[in-house]
């Protein structure tokens, strides 16, 4: 009865690489968003999806790509991996572009 | 952009006290939302809060809407161990362009060693 889940949970891989997060949502919410957050714990929008169409995109560098193949999904996949990229990243999803649910997040580690 | 400032950064409790928290902006809001997050988790909603000067409840969490629409505060009240955790007080602007959570900083709550 999971509502938001991510896969994976955990990501280490090498600089350079490309390598996608996965997000599914079975609340039924028509809006479905990416966070990014940081190592002193500060949560910031990356993107947001409403019925599949881009809403927002926070000046997020393109080497990040988001996809959404139906509006239960949304997946977001990173090209030429660098450090700074290591972060925990969330995904979320909303009713009415209100109140947001949050999915367990992946920790995504370059090395 | 807009910042929300939340304080304190970390506070420690005992367990059975009343605990208090708040969050503070240049700008309004139309929406406060006080999420928890645990240790390897995601942010787990605790009270949404969507008129000015609302005062919702949630069990032991009682949380304001303030009347400028430019603060939020979050009780516990007689607080347990399981209290311990990330509080994030999260201010939405409704926007044609898509609606924005802005996050405060956490208030991250620790037991009294």
């Known amino acids: 009865d999971t509502a938001v889940s991510q896969t994976p949970k955990y990501l280490v891989t090498q600089m350079g690489n490309d390598k996608s997060i996965k997000c599914e949502q079975n609340l039924g919410h028509d809006t479905m968003y990416w966070y990014k957050q940081d190592s002193k714990k500060f949560l910031k929008i990356m993107f947001s999806y409403n019925n599949k169409e881009l809403i927002i995109n926070e000046t997020v560098p393109n080497r990040f790509s988001p996809k959404s193949p139906d509006k239960a999904h949304l997946n977001l996949h990173i090209n030429s991996l660098e450090l700074g990229d290591s972060a925990v990243y969330f995904c979320?999803?909303?009713?009415?572009?209100?109140?947001?649910?949050f999915g367990p997040g992946t920790r995504l580690t370059v090395l | 952009g807009q910042q929300l400032n939340q304080s304190p950064q970390s506070m420690f409790i005992q367990e059975g006290e009343d605990v208090s928290m708040n969050c503070t902006s240049s700008?309004?809001?139309?929406?406060w939302l006080w999420y928890k997050q645990d240790p390897g988790e995601g942010p787990v909603l605790l009270i949404a809060?969507?008129?000015?000067?609302e005062l919702t409840s949630n069990g032991r969490l009682t949380a304001q809407f303030g009347i400028t629409r430019k603060d939020s505060f979050l009780n516990i009240s007689a607080s347990i161990p399981s209290d311990v955790g990330i509080y994030f007080c999260a201010g939405l602007l409704f926007k044609a362009a898509g609606n924005k959570l802005t996050f405060g900083g956490g208030t991250r709550v620790l037991v009294k060693p």
């Open positions: 700008s309004i809001f139309n929406t």
């Open positions: 979320a999803s909303s009713p009415r572009g209100d109140t947001q649910y």
């Open positions: 809060l969507y008129k000015a000067g």
